[in-house]
């Protein structure tokens, strides 16, 4: 009678570590495999989600693009879309056609077209598009590094956020807010930073200090300026040089964390009220300035959102949120539901809704009575993380929540929601990629594991070989 030979305790561990690594990297594997769009890289990832109430107006989206080390990927290209009430394509226009390799701020202007900003490695690139036909009716360069926001002034200026001017020669930042005469060519004024900040904040002096990402005009000479990296919103007056208005304090994430896009709106008591992307803390969020102290009067999608980058206030009292990392842009009512939800990758930047205004142009919460925090529902669920299925990062911060390693899982989710989508490919979701990088893991230590057990062997090999070249 045969026999089985004994499994030694090596091959048993061997065929074991092959069974996690092929169970870990199976999911990656089936959906590189899986049918994909076979759109054009100019559309694949442009989709409908949720449209339960059509809107007036197109809606235009700036979808900012991924680049590295001036290599584009055609999977996250930096495009405008236009996208009609329906939810659907209308049209879209190439970061190329612009030179951009990234699209920033779009402003909808009185005349119909639009205001686009795009950047590439030489600078910034600042265009009037004419809507109908996506022919530029003038274009502006500038040799500031990675503008994101551009406004255009009642008189034509330009008012622009100029981040990430850093003095090589006097170690210095140089970041402004600026006005830029079309006209004469020249800066007519300009606000400077350092001037007005203690030069220890945020750590000092860096090549991107202030990472000042929005101004808008708000008043007569009062524009509404975005230091991102001081997470805060101040209001500049242009005729005292000073500042009116600041909302949030420089790490103080309980009020705002790497804000974008924040908008001024007045109540009917007319109390100033700022809402914002607050884009690290996963959320939006609106305060009001009562008493000569700023409250919270509202939140929405708090944990739900994924680095969201914009959010109008709509004449209909909805909230028009640019939800980033989610790839998507959504219509959400006072109270957190979905109305109207829009998929665009590759990490959309601005929308605007035509018709509507440039950034907000509605009431406060205050005023609709509507205060508090509130979730998100209603998604079509199109993209892991924006219906019921939780990304591998919300999983890991959910299952720690409450406990001793409640504050590490928490860090580790940041970290790895903000790191991992520009490095994973399109089609594979976040469970995934996870499973893959494990799988990875597994497969260094694996050979770290085989390199120690035939570490004497190794060395025999060597010495062998190092007396066979002696002896030659």
Do not use: C
């Not at 900003?117 to 600078?123: A, K, L």
């Amino acid at each position: 009678m045969a026999t089985s030979l004994p499994v030694s305790r090596r091959t048993a561990a061997r065929a074991l570590a092959a069974l996690v690594v092929v169970g870990l990297f199976a999911p990656a594997a089936a959906q590189a495999l899986a049918p994909g769009d076979t759109g054009t890289p100019g559309t694949v990832g442009l989709e409908a989600g949720t449209i339960d109430e059509e809107p007036n107006g197109s809606t235009v989206v700036a979808i900012q693009g991924f680049h590295f080390q001036g290599q584009g990927n055609q999977k996250k290209p930096a495009r405008l879309v236009q996208v009609h009430p329906n939810g659907s394509t209308d049209w879209v226009y190439d970061g190329s056609n612009q030179d951009a390799f990234w699209f920033y701020d779009v402003d909808p202007l009185e005349n119909g077209n639009l205001l686009v900003v795009g950047t590439n490695p030489d600078g910034t690139t600042v265009a009037e598009l004419d809507r109908e036909t996506r022919e530029p009716v003038w274009t502006e360069r500038f040799d500031f590094t990675d503008t994101h926001d551009v406004e255009m002034l009642p008189n034509g200026d330009l008012l622009i956020a100029n981040m990430r001017e850093w003095n090589e020669s006097a170690q210095r930042s140089d970041d402004r807010i600026l006005v830029y005469n079309r006209s004469t060519e020249q800066i007519d004024w300009e606000w400077t930073f350092r001037d007005h900040y203690p030069n220890s904040t945020d750590g000092g002096f860096n090549e991107d200090w202030t990472h000042v990402n929005d101004v808008d005009r708000i008043g007569e000479g009062q524009y509404l300026v975005s230091p991102r990296n001081f997470d805060q919103a101040i209001v500049v007056n242009r005729s005292t040089d000073e500042i009116d208005y600041r909302l949030g304090e420089d790490d103080n994430y309980d009020i705002m964390h790497e804000q974008h896009n924040p908008d001024w709106l007045v109540s009917e008591e007319g109390n100033p009220t700022i809402l914002v992307a607050d884009s690290e803390n996963d959320r939006v969020v609106e305060y009001e300035r009562r008493d000569g102290e700023w409250v919270e009067t509202w939140e929405v999608g708090t944990g739900q959102l994924d680095w969201p980058r914009d959010a109008d206030r709509l004449p209909n009292g909805n909230t028009l949120i640019t939800d980033s990392l989610n790839h998507r842009v959504i219509e959400v009512t006072p109270r957190g539901e979905i109305v109207w939800e829009y998929y665009a990758t590759w990490g959309p930047y601005d929308a605007e809704r035509i018709g509507t205004g440039a950034e907000s142009n509605g009431p406060t919460m205050t005023d609709q009575g509507v205060t508090g925090s509130y979730q998100i529902y209603g998604s079509a669920g199109l993209i892991e993380g924006t219906g019921d299925t939780l990304t591998f990062a919300a999983a890991v911060q959910n299952t720690f929540a409450g406990t001793v390693l409640g504050g590490p899982a928490r860090a580790f989710a940041n970290t790895w929601s903000g790191v991992t989508p520009w490095i994973r490919p399109v089609w594979m979701g976040s469970w995934a990629f996870a499973g893959a990088v494990a799988g990875l893991l597994v497969l260094v230590g694996w050979a770290v594991g085989e390199l120690v057990t035939a570490r004497a062997a190794i060395r025999r090999g060597a010495r062998k070989a190092a007396r066979d070249v002696r002896s030659r």
